[in-house]
């Protein structure tokens, strides 16, 4: 890719990554999916044509997700939302959003903005516990919420994956600026590393 994007911002923690994976946890990256940033009046006839465009409806209830196939739109505000998308089709999917919007709000491809770490596993919440403050517990923040929140006081968008057997989100996509990527994953890799030293000794 022209704009550096090729390998991911966390290439250099990839090893690192597998030898703390197991049955319980896992990290790894995404490196940078397709992501263009949505503003238009909630309700107006702009956001009836983007809705027509993307084949779903843009999410009104605070911290909830719609799905169109590959791509996923998350709300962020009143006003807001983030349509993410596999890498490659986010120039295309600009076009289409700015096309239906017809000057009545914006298109942005902030695909180079964050990168995507996973984190999975049945102990993935108990170490986000360790660094987020945001209330994790599926009564609070089930599979398929989004939100904004500090991971270790770094600004991250997290999205609460498909439920598994005991209703708890399998996975976590956080997306975060490549500047703070490093920064978070130690974070997160620190506290796999934590719960497996406990697992060890029985606590």
């Not at 170490?127 to 398929?144: E, I, N, R, T, W």
């Not at 057997?165 to 620190?190: C, M, N, Q, T």
């Amino acid at each position: 890719m022209a704009d550096g994007r090729q390998g991911g911002a966390l290439a250099r923690y990839a090893a690192r990554m597998s030898a703390v994976a197991d049955d319980r946890v896992r990290l790894a990256e995404q490196p940078f999916p397709g992501q263009v940033g949505l503003r238009v009046a909630p309700g107006s006839a702009a956001a009836e044509r983007v809705a027509e465009a993307l084949g779903a409806p843009l999410p009104v209830t605070p911290n909830t997700v719609a799905h169109a196939g590959l791509r996923h739109v998350m709300w962020l505000g009143p006003n807001e939302w983030m349509v993410v998308e596999p890498a490659g089709g986010e120039a295309a999917t600009e076009a289409m959003l700015a096309a239906a919007l017809d000057g009545e709000g914006a298109a942005v491809d902030l695909s180079a903005n964050r990168t995507l770490l996973i984190l999975s596993g049945p102990d993935a919440r108990s170490v986000l516990a360790g660094c987020c403050p945001l209330d994790l517990h599926p009564s609070v923040f089930p599979a398929g919420r989004c939100g904004q929140t500090l991971l270790a006081r770094s600004q991250i968008t997290i999205q609460a994956g498909e439920p598994g057997a005991d209703g708890s989100p399998k996975e976590y996509a956080i997306y975060v600026r490549p500047s703070f990527a490093a920064y978070v994953a130690e974070w997160l890799l620190d506290g796999i590393e934590g719960l497996a030293l406990d697992r060890d000794k029985g606590i």
